[in-house]
């Protein structure tokens, strides 16, 4: 009987300490939520780097703009932000924004 | 289903999301230039989704009918893709050094043995207000819900600082927290202040909201509280607190979150300022929350227009409230003090008397007489935005 009570007081105390650890980390995790780019020459080439450090909706909650805008917006994503994207692609990139995102001036 | 393909529909459907909308209050729909998500994220409730990778979620106006702003409702901003998700606190250490006497590691039980600090602050984005600007400016597209009054709790900086000790030299404390780039190329994001701000009275390190501990997404386990100021300052999940000997020159303080060096911290639309300054104090600002945008009200049944007004933590003088598109204005009542760093809440009893369409405009003074203008003021960045806003109405 006095080892039952032991056994239990012990059960109880690691459960105890179990507890507290557990209680101790703090975790969340971050839903996925897909953005769909609109259909066009260079969605794919832009999907393939934006996303690499940021989710699309970064582009569709974009007001329009002039291509001036995006051809600045890429370079600072290039030159700033440390996107590695060659210059070939930030081309086809900043042509498909202003076709897609843009004002058309 | 796997979450390559996981679509917006069923996201919406997952997330527990009430609904997509193609114009959220307050906003114009053909200013947007996409149609707005709800989404609920983990410890918060439904708030608008701006992004998802880093989170930007922004509180639906009618929360600030409630003079404190619920955690689950305080909008989230981060910056860069790998924010933390798991905290271990018996792990988590904040480490102070640089120039400084010693160096510390402080558990978050150190913290909380520092003497204990309590007061409401307006938290708010430097953005705020971004998608209202004409033209046009790149960046997080908020409307005006990038802000929230939460009562904070934590210990003081400068205690922090003092048991460090401070070596003679210094100029600048910079922030840095878990957050993470997603490339080595990625400048992580730490802030400065300069050390006689950094050693204010107010300033704390909080570890919580509204009496409870920091959601994940607001920054748990610790962030930094710099009321009247900018949110870009209030570090969240904070790790690191380094003093230095040199001007900070990290590019999130030296080449973003600045504003034109002129009066107004503005310049004339579309134009690049000749020389700009860290972003720094909020401006004066107010919003009428209650009616909403595009209420029906009813012809000579009383209803009271309220509202919310807040400064660069100078309290608030007084907000007026027009009624006929800014021709006449009245005094109206605020509510509770809770401090200059808190918002104050401001009630107009109005009977409309004539059927049509209205417009209401609230104004706010701080204690130093700094108001609202008319027109909105413009900078590249989105930054400052405190134009007077006009809330139309319609009485039938």
């Given at each position: 009987m006095k080892k039952l009570i032991i056994l239990s007081l012990m059960l109880a105390v690691a459960g105890f300490a179990y507890a507290a650890e557990k209680d101790a980390v703090h975790s969340?995790?971050?839903?996925?939520?897909?953005t769909e780019l609109r259909a066009g020459e260079g969605m794919d080439t832009t999907e393939k780097y934006c996303s690499i450090c940021h989710s699309l909706d970064y582009i569709t909650m974009q007001p329009k703009f002039p291509k001036a805008t995006w051809v600045v917006e890429v370079n600072k994503m290039i030159k700033v932000m440390g996107a590695p994207i060659p210059e070939?692609?930030?081309r086809v990139i900043i042509d498909y924004l202003s076709a897609q995102y843009g004002t058309g001036g | 289903m796997g979450p390559a393909n996981f679509s917006?529909?069923?996201?919406?459907?997952?997330?527990g999301a009430v609904s997509a909308m193609a114009a959220v209050h307050g906003f114009p729909a053909e200013l947007l230039a996409y149609e707005r998500r709800m989404a609920r994220f983990p410890e918060k409730t439904d708030l608008i989704l701006l992004t998802s990778r880093p989170p930007q979620l922004e509180t639906p106006l009618s929360y600030f009918k409630e003079m404190i702003t619920p955690n689950e409702a305080l909008f989230v901003r981060w910056h860069i893709a790998n924010v933390p998700t798991s905290v271990d606190v018996n792990e988590w250490r904040l480490k102070v050094g640089g120039n400084t006497e010693k160096e510390l590691a402080l558990s978050l039980a150190d913290l909380k043995k520092l003497e204990k600090v309590t007061f409401t602050a307006v938290i708010q984005c430097s953005g705020n207000g971004r998608s209202f600007f004409v033209p046009p400016v790149a960046g997080g597209e908020w409307g005006d819900g990038a802000m929230g009054n939460v009562t904070w709790t934590g210990a003081r900086l400068r205690d922090i600082l003092n048991s460090a000790g401070l070596k003679a030299g210094t100029v600048d404390v910079s922030f840095n927290g878990l957050d993470k780039p997603p490339l080595p190329t990625v400048p992580d994001l730490v802030k400065?202040?300069?050390v006689d701000k950094a050693m204010e009275e107010d300033l704390i390190v909080a570890y919580e909201m509204n009496g409870k501990p920091l959601t994940m997404l607001n920054g748990f386990p610790a962030r930094l509280i710099v009321p009247?100021?900018?949110?870009?300052?209030?570090?969240k999940s904070l790790s690191d607190i380094t003093v230095l000997s040199k001007p900070f020159e990290g590019f999130w303080v030296k080449s973003a979150y600045r504003i034109p060096e002129t009066d107004c911290g503005c310049v004339p639309p579309g134009t690049t300022p000749k020389k700009t300054v860290p972003i720094n104090r909020m401006t004066t600002r107010s919003l009428i929350i209650d009616p909403s945008a595009s209420s029906e009200l009813t012809l000579n049944k009383p209803v009271t227009i309220m509202g919310v007004a807040f400064s660069g933590g100078r309290g608030i003088q007084d907000v007026i409230v027009s009624v006929d598109g800014g021709k006449r204005w009245e005094e109206t009542r605020l509510g509770e003090d809770k401090g200059k760093y808190s918002w104050r809440q401001f009630f107009y009893e109005w009977r409309p008397a004539k059927p049509g369409r209205y417009a209401l405009m609230a104004r706010a003074t701080d204690t130093i007489g700094e108001s609202q203008p008319f027109e909105g003021l413009w900078n590249p960045a989105g930054?400052?935005?405190?134009?007077?806003?006009?809330?139309?109405?319609?009485?039938?």
């Open positions: 969340i995790e971050i839903p996925v939520v897909k070939a692609d930030a | 917006r529909r069923n996201f919406l459907k997952a997330a400065s202040l300069p009247g100021w900018y949110a870009t300052y209030w570090v930054y400052l935005w405190n134009k007077v806003e006009k809330t139309e109405v319609v009485v039938k």
